[in-house]
């Protein structure tokens, strides 16, 4: 059975459940399932995020406030 499979006989079977603790508890499942994503990064970004990581620890920060107002200025610039 491949996945689009797998996916239709769920649908069907989870369409045909009146039972709402059960609802609930694959609710549950698929929302947990959803919090363990992880995001593929490339080596160029891990760099970037490590850098970043070491600037704020040295406190090289700037705050949101700030920064969005370095964007405006350059989006106003364009």
């Known amino acids: ?14 369409s045909g459940i009146e039972d709402i603790e059960l609802l609930n508890a694959i609710k549950t499942i698929l929302d947990n399932k959803k919090k363990e994503t992880f995001i593929e990064l490339t080596a160029d970004q891990e ?8 600037e704020g620890k040295k406190g090289n920060v700037v705050s949101q406030a700030e920064m969005d107002q370095k964007v405006e200025k350059w989006l106003s610039e364009r």
């Open 1 to 14: 059975m491949n996945a689009i499979q797998v996916k239709q006989e769920l649908i069907h079977r989870i």
């Open 47 to 54: 760099k970037e995020l490590l850098f970043a990581s070491k």
